[in-house]
């Protein structure tokens, strides 16, 4: 399995009362904080890392980029410190947990269909969840295809074979990908269903948002579902899809923040799908990207994560869309804020 990792060096504690970024010295012994989960968010996440190390140089943080099922695996074994996903656990996970688990929104993304097509010279094309729904069922084989060209009046698709290639680990792209396609199509929830892991009836499975990106450029006719970050930084054209009221919408800061911005005017419901929403210029497949931590943790590695928290939700923010990721709305980063307050840490007793 292909396992991305990142591995930095951060930083001193400070008291829990002041959560400043202001390093006090390090011990000679780095304190290693360790996270994994999705890949969606680790492009962003890097760089936070980078950025933050430069003013906090004393805790190591190891993040593995192994996709948001297996972040959430490992996280309720008890062997990371933070786990992170692009979908919330479903209660029957929480409950598995002795410790209470607060879910803590990073920022927006938008998941974006690429394809590669060099007879179209990367022009934008236009799909709906229906389109998409028969291309991985294995309905539409070819990509002039008489539903694909309808759509498509103006193009010249070629008489070429579809690769659909799809996210082989449990994910919360491919959740929010397949969430998208089952509220248009009856029979893909009935016969792949929704969620982190489906039952994909054919096609090519890649490993993180890295492989199934790399599977793309390398096959002719191959499309599939990446983080917008992925597709951007590489280069591959980006469809427009049908969002709920029948308009065709690229992904776009604009496009993301509008569907969001949405939601939030009608629930201050964190967890509610970003598919559902309607206008004439909103991305129908866009979410939020959460970290997983412990409501409860032990002073040295709770005080250093607390401290990361407060620093993501201020200057993070600000590397966000130059990567292609959409900020935090305010009033969303005034809830997140509240629950790291509510964060309980506690002096280790194991330690003499």
């Not at 939700?313 to 307050?341: A, D, N």
Request: glycine residues 8%; charged residues 20%; hydrophobic residues 40%.
């Amino acid at each position: 399995m292909r396992i991305v990792y990142c591995v930095l060096i951060l930083s001193g504690l400070l008291p829990i009362a002041s959560m400043g970024t202001t390093p006090l010295k390090s011990e000679n012994k780095p304190l290693l904080i360790n996270g994994a989960g999705a890949s969606f968010p680790y492009i962003l996440y890097s760089k936070w890392f980078l950025e933050y190390k430069k003013i906090n140089p004393g805790i190591r943080i190891n993040y593995r980029s192994i996709g948001s099922g297996g972040g959430i695996r490992q996280f309720l074994t008890g062997t990371l410190d933070f786990g992170a996903t692009d979908v919330p656990m479903p209660k029957e996970q929480m409950q598995k947990s002795k410790k209470e688990i607060l879910h803590l929104p990073t920022a927006l993304g938008a998941v974006v269909v690429s394809y590669n097509l060099p007879a179209l010279e990367k022009k934008d094309i236009r799909l709906t969840a229906s389109v998409l729904a028969y291309i991985y069922m294995g309905k539409i084989t070819k990509w002039n295809h008489k539903k694909i060209s309808e759509i498509n009046p103006d193009m010249a698709l070629p008489d070429q074979n579809i690769v659909p290639v799809y996210r082989a680990d449990g994910s919360g792209t491919t959740a929010v990908f397949t969430e998208y396609l089952a509220q248009f199509s009856k029979e893909w929830l009935k016969k792949v269903g929704k969620g982190k892991s489906v039952n994909w009836l054919i096609g090519i499975g890649g490993k993180g948002n890295e492989g199934v990106m790399g599977l793309i450029r390398k096959m002719p006719g191959a499309i599939g579902y990446v983080a917008m970050s992925y597709a951007v930084n590489r280069q591959l054209p980006m469809a427009e899809i049908q969002n709920m009221s029948g308009h065709f919408v690229k992904a776009s800061t604009h496009t993301v923040k509008t569907s969001a911005q949405q939601i939030l005017e009608k629930t201050n419901d964190l967890f509610h799908p970003l598919t559902t929403v309607q206008g004439t210029d909103v991305y129908p497949m866009s979410s939020y990207t959460y970290l997983l931590v412990y409501k409860e943790m032990t002073s040295d590695k709770g005080a250093a994560l607390v401290q990361f928290l407060n620093w993501y939700l201020k200057t993070g923010q600000s590397f966000c869309e130059s990567l292609h990721y959409i900020p935090l709305p305010s009033l969303v980063i005034q809830k997140v804020k509240h629950r790291v307050r509510s964060i309980k840490v506690t002096s280790d007793d194991r330690k003499t």
